[in-house]
């Protein structure tokens, strides 16, 4: 399994991330407050509710820092990118939320599609998240890519493993990523050290069946996860280079996960409180279990972020 449900954890067992629940003064001298109508999405920093005097509706605030985006998503203060943007898509807003923290993103939307924008090494780039499992990724994917002129996808996240061997918070470097659904392969474009090698198998759904997950290794597959091959499929039919940037979170063989854990998070990639809630009063006992896949989600998720930052200056 790719651990949804340890990446939605820090809500809910103390192993926060420093990045969220920060207030911040709305004083707008430097205009990058944003006033919006939704809930804040998991994962923002300096967000906090405010009633509106006039209408008694609910807003939120959120501070931004780093160059502003404007209506139509460019950067203020910064020339575009004559050959596209480098993109970040995510499954999950907490695989996303380390990078924004570090490269202070400003939220947005370009087309009207909710993107996070800023800059690497005076290189623009946007970031976006799509919800979980094969449809998600393809219906985010697209809605980007029609949108954004982009120059490179960079896919990133947390993967699971399928044996014990692995270390929590090891970057894969596989050679091809397999679509479970229709066997297809697709080769991504390596921009880190190391030969690239194994099979990621993008899958519907959990693996945690022994004897599926014997098959797999057999096959050469090193890790699990549920996107990939599908925001593949989408940038080898547009001619866009991508690499994938996934990190080793948690295990398919270890039984920490099964489908009740699974559903601990939505498709969306947020996590759902009710359901957690009732698990956690049904499985007490869970509790230190549970907070270590936590611990395991945030390494892994900041170890990809790292890597992916880094793996820009090599992206021609």
């Not at 290189?123 to 919800?131: D, L, N, P, S, Y």
């Not at 996590?271 to 395991?296: C, F, G, S, T, W």
Request: charged share 25%; net charge negative; aromatic share 4%.
């Amino acid at each position: 399994m790719r651990g949804g449900i340890g990446a939605q954890l820090p809500l809910v067992v103390g192993a926060r991330d420093d990045f969220a629940g920060r207030p911040v003064h709305d004083d707008r001298a430097d205009g990058n407050v944003v006033v919006l109508d939704r809930p804040p999405r998991f994962g923002e920093r300096g967000v906090h509710p405010r009633v509106d005097d006039g209408h008694g509706e609910a807003s939120y605030r959120f501070r931004c820092s780093g160059p502003r985006a404007g209506a139509s998503g460019k950067l203020e203060g910064m020339p575009a990118d004559p050959e596209g943007r480098i993109a970040f898509i995510f499954a999950m807003p907490i695989e996303l939320a380390p990078l924004v923290r570090k490269l202070s993103l400003t939220e947005t939307e370009i087309g009207g599609v909710p993107v996070h924008t800023g800059a690497v090494n005076g290189r623009e780039i946007v970031a976006i998240v799509t919800g979980m499992g094969l449809e998600f990724a393809t219906a985010g994917t697209r809605r980007l890519l029609d949108a954004v002129p982009v120059k490179w996808v960079l896919v990133v996240g947390i993967t699971g493993a399928l044996e014990s061997e692995t270390p929590i918070g090891t970057l894969v470097n596989p050679e091809v990523v397999v679509n479970s659904q229709t066997g297809r392969e697709f080769r991504p474009t390596p921009l880190i050290d190391g030969t690239p090698a194994g099979k990621m198998w993008t899958a519907v759904g959990m693996t945690t069946d022994a004897r599926d997950l014997e098959a797999l290794r057999a096959q050469g597959v090193i890790s699990l996860d549920m996107e990939t091959a599908a925001i593949a499929d989408l940038c080898d039919t547009r001619g866009i280079p991508w690499t994938v940037l996934r990190v080793i979170s948690d295990r398919a063989n270890d039984g920490t996960t099964d489908d009740e854990v699974f559903r601990l998070s939505n498709m969306d990639g947020t996590p759902n409180p009710e359901a957690i809630e009732r698990y956690l009063k049904e499985h007490p006992e869970r509790v230190p279990v549970l907070a270590q896949m936590a611990n395991d989600a945030k390494l892994a998720t900041h170890t990809a972020v790292d890597a992916a930052i880094a793996a820009c200056s090599r992206i021609p």
